[in-house]
């Protein structure tokens, strides 16, 4: 079966003035046109190629792949606007399409939208949804407490930033919890942190607790080794000049800076902490 939307691995049929046919193990063909035609091939070779259809509304094989497929979520530039809704370049020759009614905002030229890519039932195209959080759902969940999960920032609120959870679920990541600056659109890992009532997400960036030691740790030595083995923060430093250099908080600062200590990888003086 050749599958709309989705990387298909195919083989070479034959050749025509268009290009040439793949075919599936089904035997189901698909018109590879001449622009992505190698320029050294046999029959029978395999090729990896998207499939989607044209503006014919023909089902069409490239050997370019999208920044999105279908059932991703990716941030996408509006190119135009029409009375029908907005298309987005998503890397190929035919732009995709996001309705009106698919909109949460009314989209703009040279806008920058995180959509959802799905298949219109009525149509069978492929079309683009800026509601992405009807696409999600946490009535069953498929991750639990302190699960590593990858996380599509999503939009902000204000307590936090949304971020959409293994393209599943929705979570939320505390103002108090953001040590680094995030965009809509930003693909990052994260921790569930923890599961409230309502299956509700919440979400940190890195480990927690003393799993977080690590990868803190590594950070400041970074610094220290960067700044002449020296740098200029103690346990009495402003949470926010930690923030700013570390971007991580006091809290996580202290337990990375004692792990150091112990290992006795550092110095710590009245003066701030030193590279051994």
Same mark, same amino acid.
């Given at each position: 079966?050749?599958?709309?939307?989705?990387?298909? +691995?195919?083989?070479?049929?034959? $050749?025509? *003035?268009?290009? /040439?046919?793949?075919?599936? =193990?089904?035997?189901?063909? &698909?018109?590879?046109?001449?622009?992505?035609?190698?320029?050294?091939?046999?029959?029978?070779?395999?090729?990896?190629?998207?499939?989607?259809?044209?503006?014919?509304?023909?089902?069409?094989?490239?050997?370019?792949?999208?920044?999105?497929?279908?059932?991703?979520?990716?941030?996408?530039?509006?190119?135009?606007?029409?009375?029908?809704?907005?298309?987005?370049?998503?890397?190929?020759?035919?732009?995709?399409?996001?309705?009106?009614?698919?909109?949460?905002?009314?989209?703009?030229?040279?806008?920058?939208?995180?959509?959802?890519?799905?298949?219109?039932?009525?149509?069978?195209?492929?079309?683009?949804?800026?509601?992405?959080?009807?696409?999600?759902?946490?009535?069953?969940? +498929?991750?639990?407490?302190?699960? $590593?999960? *990858?996380?599509? /920032?999503?939009?902000?609120? =204000?307590?936090?930033?949304? &971020?959409?959870?293994?393209?599943?679920?929705?979570?939320?990541?505390?103002?108090?919890?953001?040590?680094?600056?995030?965009?809509?659109?930003?693909?990052?890992?994260?921790?569930?942190?923890?599961?409230?009532?309502?299956?509700?997400?919440?979400?940190?960036?890195?480990?927690?607790?003393?799993?977080?030691?690590?990868?803190?740790?590594?950070?400041?030595?970074?610094?220290?080794?960067?700044?002449?083995?020296?740098?200029?923060?103690?346990?009495?430093?402003?949470?926010?000049?930690?923030?700013?250099?570390?971007?991580?908080?006091?809290?996580?600062?202290?337990?990375?800076?004692?792990?150091?200590?112990?290992?006795?990888?550092?110095?710590?003086?009245?003066?701030?902490?030193?590279?051994?």
């Amino acid at each position: 079966m050749i599958n709309i939307g989705q990387v298909n +691995t195919l083989e070479i049929l034959r $050749e025509t *003035d268009h290009g /040439v046919y793949l075919v599936d =193990e089904e035997n189901n063909e &698909v018109l590879l046109p001449n622009r992505y035609v190698p320029e050294t091939f046999k029959i029978w070779d395999k090729l990896d190629v998207f499939v989607y259809l044209d503006n014919e509304e023909r089902a069409v094989a490239t050997t370019d792949m999208p920044y999105i497929k279908l059932g991703e979520f990716a941030l996408l530039r509006c190119s135009q606007v029409n009375d029908f809704g907005a298309f987005l370049d998503w890397g190929l020759v035919k732009e995709l399409f996001c309705p009106f009614k698919e909109q949460a905002f009314k989209m703009k030229p040279k806008g920058w939208y995180l959509v959802h890519c799905y298949m219109d039932e009525k149509t069978e195209r492929l079309v683009a949804s800026s509601k992405t959080n009807r696409f999600l759902s946490n009535k069953d969940l +498929t991750v639990k407490q302190f699960d $590593e999960v *990858d996380l599509i /920032v999503s939009h902000p609120s =204000e307590i936090g930033m949304n &971020v959409i959870v293994n393209k599943k679920h929705t979570g939320l990541i505390y103002n108090d919890q953001i040590f680094t600056e995030l965009s809509v659109g930003d693909k990052l890992k994260g921790i569930v942190k923890k599961i409230r009532p309502g299956n509700k997400l919440d979400i940190a960036l890195g480990q927690i607790g003393y799993r977080n030691i690590e990868p803190n740790a590594e950070r400041i030595l970074k610094e220290l080794e960067d700044n002449g083995g020296y740098l200029d923060l103690t346990d009495k430093s402003n949470p926010e000049d930690i923030k700013d250099l570390l971007q991580m908080s006091k809290k996580n600062f202290k337990k990375a800076v004692g792990a150091l200590y112990k290992d006795k990888k550092i110095e710590i003086k009245p003066d701030g902490i030193y590279l051994v």
